[in-house]
């Protein structure tokens, strides 16, 4: 008797027979087949948990509706084409929206690029105009007054009177022979 | 006299697993009577195991009905047709934890509270409930249990409801759960070593529930 007393099972021992009596010691699980205080021990906590399932189940309110797998499907099909339809109302707008900023944005290149161009021809005009100036003042750097006072353009030198007042080195021949090597003058 | 009666009874669960095995089967093959048998047959127990989890019927309905649209629309990919209530709690155990996410965002935006949104259940329940002793011990019941399963981690409280409320075996709670065997056992031995100091819903079990 006392040997069976202080072989009976702990608290601990009890709850892991609950949970599973395959994990208990062969010689516990020996000990609580022919222990009636160790099994009614097992036994009382079993019926606690079972009777927490059964009340668990009981004090469930019952569904306010039936529930029905055809009702969820049709639920279920209703929520796909709301979505559906939320999907392709939203893929308008974004197309719309894209297409009118597509608009928007080829319109203001458009724009900017004629800009440029016109931008473009004006300079070159500009610039055209500047280089005939340029060509002018550097063929005549003196204004048309200075050239009319001047008369350069009418004036018309011969040949002859040139040469007679810049005679050229050939015709100078005392000059000529004096540029030789060689040659000393008396 | 006692052997003939559980040879008896092991031979009906065998024909129930067959004709259940028979009927996921069909139902992959896309036959929509062998689903809506397999929906009459569990639809009462997911119900259940939604409620213990969000304690509001129109949670609890609503839920249901979308895990019984996963798993018509998901069947052809489970592999084990025998399993196919294990496969049902996984997506139901999956469907709660998304649901409580999405609580949770929106508790935080809102700023309310959940146990204000439990609270507020259990008051309006009662409003629309006509017998009130039922309803004080129902309510006296589920604060009672909500208090314990207070106490318990989340690993703990869901091996605990799944085993002793949902009925499930402890391989099939490691399926649901992603867990191994040893592990749901040792979260399960916590959940007891708990369950049996939490003294007030041991004693309404003993009393007050009996007499109910």
């Not at chain 1, 005939?132 to 200075?146: C, G, H, K, W």
């Not at chain 2, 006692?2 to 093959?29: F, G, H, M, N």
């Not at chain 2, 084990?80 to 935006?109: C, P």
Request: aromatic share 10%.
């Amino acid at each position: 008797m006392n040997t069976e007393k202080n072989h009976h099972l702990s608290e601990d021992q009890i709850i892991r027979a609950v949970v599973d009596e395959s994990e208990l010691s062969v010689s516990d699980r020996q000990h609580l087949g022919h222990c009636n205080l160790c099994r009614a021990q097992k036994t009382h906590l079993e019926q606690n948990l079972a009777r927490l399932g059964q009340a668990a189940s009981q004090f469930v309110p019952l569904p306010r509706k039936r529930l029905n797998l055809k009702a969820s499907e049709t639920s279920h099909s209703i929520q796909w084409s709301w979505n559906w339809k939320t999907a392709l109302g939203t893929a308008l707008a974004a197309a719309v929206l894209f297409i009118f900023m597509w608009w928007a944005s080829q319109g203001e290149e458009m724009f900017e690029n004629s800009g440029r161009e016109n931008l473009i021809a004006n300079d070159d005009m500009a610039s055209e105009s500047l280089m005939t100036e340029v060509d002018i003042l550097s063929e005549n750097a003196l204004p048309q007054e200075y050239m009319d006072i001047a008369a350069e353009t009418e004036s018309e030198f011969n040949e002859e009177f040139i040469n007679f007042i810049a005679p050229l080195i050939e015709d100078d021949s005392l000059t000529f022979i004096s540029g030789k090597k060689g040659v000393q003058l008396c | 006299m006692l052997q003939p009666d559980i040879e008896k009874s092991q031979e009906q669960d065998a024909s129930r697993d067959t004709q259940l095995a028979l009927l996921v089967v069909k139902a992959q093959q896309g036959n929509g009577t062998a689903f809506e048998q397999l929906f009459d047959r569990f639809h009462k127990e997911v119900y259940r195991m939604v409620f213990y989890r969000t304690r509001s019927q129109q949670d609890a309905e609503d839920l249901t009905q979308e895990i019984f649209i996963r798993a018509y629309k998901k069947i052809s990919s489970l592999k084990e047709a025998d399993r196919f209530r294990t496969w049902l709690f996984s997506i139901a155990y999956n469907r709660v934890r998304d649901f409580y996410r999405k609580k949770r965002i929106q508790n935080f935006f809102s700023l309310s509270d959940l146990d204000e949104d439990a609270l507020e259940r259990y008051s309006s329940h009662d409003r629309e409930n006509p017998v009130p002793i039922q309803n004080l011990i129902k309510q006296d019941f589920w604060k009672q249990v909500e208090k314990f399963l207070e106490r318990l981690s989340k690993m703990e409280k869901e091996v605990f409801l799944l085993r002793f409320l949902d009925q499930l075996m402890i391989a099939e709670i490691s399926r649901v759960l992603k867990q191994s065997e040893s592990s749901v056992k040792t979260h399960l031995y916590r959940a007891l070593v708990k369950f049996k100091k939490a003294s007030s819903i041991v004693e309404l079990l003993q009393e007050e529930i009996r007499e109910y």
